[in-house]
Structures are given as C-alpha cells and as structure tokens.
C-alpha cells in the first residue's frame, strides 16, 4: 500500500529557508496529484500549496513568492522549498495525495 514519510523539518531564524521532502512508495506517483498541509496549534488545517501530475501548482496567498512546490516522478518525491520564513510559518506540515493518503507530518519552527 502506498505510504508517505516527510522529512526536512526544523528549527530557523526569520527570514530563513528549508526543504521539506516527501518520499511516497509505489508505482504510481507520476500519476497522482500531491500537495502539503500544515496546522498550527489549535487551528485548522491549512492547503499550503498543490501540484498536478502534469506540473501546475497552487499557492495559498500567505505563501506566494516566497514557497515552491516541485516534483521528483524519478526518485517518487514531491518537495517544498521554502524561503524567506516568517514565524506565522510555524507548524506541523504534511504531505498528501489526491487519492486520500497522508504522512506523519514533519514539524516547523521559525523563531524570530
């Protein structure tokens, strides 16, 4: 069955950049569409940002121009770049896809 594992969480300063990874097993990956979450807490989940099978995107408009999502259909990997961090950032962040699976989340905390 198709699982996800984040990685690349942490700790930064404001104005700061990380790359969250997210590795999803199977054979289908080229194929779905992926996107990342996150939650801070006591708040509701939030779609930070989305990416198609064929490569279009959306973006919150708290991340815009500053984040980027992007996709490995080679190593089975979607990734977020983020740059320019602000600490409203902070939260847990996950992967998912279109066909209803999710990671553990990976935590992100950026100090001011």
């Known amino acids: 069955q198709v699982q996800l594992v984040e990685s690349g969480g942490g700790t930064v300063q404001a104005g700061g950049s990380l790359r969250l990874s997210c590795a999803v097993s199977?054979?289908?990956?080229?194929?779905?569409?992926m996107a990342w979450h996150r939650r801070a807490p006591g708040t509701q989940r939030e779609l930070v940002a989305r990416?198609?099978?064929?490569?279009?995107?959306y973006y919150t408009d708290s991340v815009k121009g500053r984040f980027t999502i992007s996709r490995d259909n080679a190593k089975n990997t979607v990734y977020l770049q983020m740059n320019s961090l602000k600490p409203e950032d902070t939260a847990l962040y996950y992967c998912a896809s279109s066909s209803g699976v999710w990671g553990q989340g990976t935590q992100v905390t950026v100090s001011s």
């Open positions: 199977g054979r289908i990956f080229s194929i779905i569409n």
């Open positions: 990416i198609s099978s064929g490569g279009s995107t």
